[in-house]
């Protein structure tokens, strides 16, 4: 499975960004998927994760209410929504899947990020 993130850029404090991992190689519909961002100098942090029907979402305390994470399994693809976007926000963010579920930081597929910088 290859994941490719997509969606990331330069915005503005308070605007909005959407983000897309599409997946190929195989089908991910049975596979949860979420999303995991590093910001400079930081480890690695879990931003959202989204079950294989998207029936059931988990996010971290710092984007809830922000941050919408889902699927489109018809189109092999995860997103995330992300509104509100603050400084802090910035950092790279990955999106991983795996076929035994969530898995947090041990997901077996990794994309390769995409850069995301919210200026103040």
């Known amino acids: 499975v290859q994941l490719q993130a997509c969606g990331g850029g330069l915005v503005q404090a308070g605007g909005s960004l959407r983000l897309s991992c599409a997946a190929s190689g195989r089908t991910v519909s049975s596979y949860a998927m979420g999303w995991f961002r590093q910001a400079p100098g930081k480890e690695r942090e879990f931003v959202a994760g989204i079950s294989w029907s998207g029936g059931s979402t988990e996010y971290a305390d710092s984007v809830k209410g922000r941050f919408t994470i889902s699927r489109d399994n018809a189109k092999n693809t995860v997103y995330l929504q992300m509104n509100s976007l603050k400084p802090e926000d910035t950092a790279v963010y990955y999106c991983?899947?795996?076929?035994?579920?969530?898995?947090?930081?041990?997901?077996?597929?990794w994309g390769k990020g995409t850069l995301v910088t919210v200026s103040s």
């Open positions: 991983a899947a795996d076929p035994e579920g969530w898995a947090g930081e041990g997901m077996d597929y």
